[in-house]
């Protein structure tokens, strides 16, 4: 498993840890059933306090992507999050869009990165 941390990143390293796990997920590299590794092996990889794993590893089990076993270790047990609508997902797009706006990349560019990012969520088929 392949995940890299961002130190100019706003986001919690926590959550960058539990998004590049979603985008794993999200592209197949990580199927249903697959064991990650052990929470202090991330943590020994990345550098950071292996609770930021742990709690990378929860919030994933919430959204209900991953069964966590204490001692067992984490299992991907679904490629799809618990329900939700099309408007709050578009609110989700709708924002990572207005930060990329407001960050001065001009509308070809942002068509560009978002082009280029679902060519690689779904380069292989399902």
Same mark, same amino acid.
């Given at each position: 498993?392949?995940?890299?941390?961002? #130190?100019?990143?706003?986001? !919690?390293?926590? /959550? *960058? &840890? =539990? %998004?590049?796990?979603?985008?794993?997920?999200?592209?197949?590299?990580?199927? #249903?059933?697959?064991?990650? !590794?052990?929470? /202090? *092996? &991330? =943590? %020994?990889?990345?550098?950071?306090?292996?609770?930021?794993?742990?709690?990378?590893y929860?919030?994933?089990?919430?959204?209900?992507?991953?069964?966590v076993?204490?001692?067992?270790?984490?299992?991907?047990?679904?490629?799809?999050?618990?329900?939700?609508?099309?408007?709050?997902?578009?609110?989700?797009?709708?924002?990572?869009?207005?930060?990329?706006?407001?960050?001065?990349?001009?509308?070809?560019?942002?068509?560009?990165?978002?082009?280029?990012?679902i060519?690689?969520?779904?380069?292989?088929?399902?």
């Amino acid at each position: 498993m392949y995940i890299t941390i961002d #130190e100019t990143d706003r986001r !919690p390293i926590y /959550r *960058q &840890v =539990a %998004d590049e796990i979603k985008g794993l997920i999200a592209r197949g590299s990580l199927s #249903e059933g697959m064991a990650l !590794p052990p929470v /202090r *092996q &991330v =943590a %020994d990889d990345l550098g950071v306090n292996l609770n930021t794993i742990a709690a990378a590893y929860r919030e994933l089990q919430k959204e209900g992507l991953l069964k966590v076993r204490h001692g067992a270790g984490a299992v991907v047990s679904s490629r799809r999050v618990a329900q939700q609508s099309d408007s709050d997902l578009r609110k989700t797009l709708r924002a990572s869009l207005a930060h990329m706006v407001l960050a001065g990349l001009p509308r070809a560019e942002v068509t560009e990165i978002v082009n280029e990012e679902i060519r690689d969520l779904f380069r292989r088929e399902r």
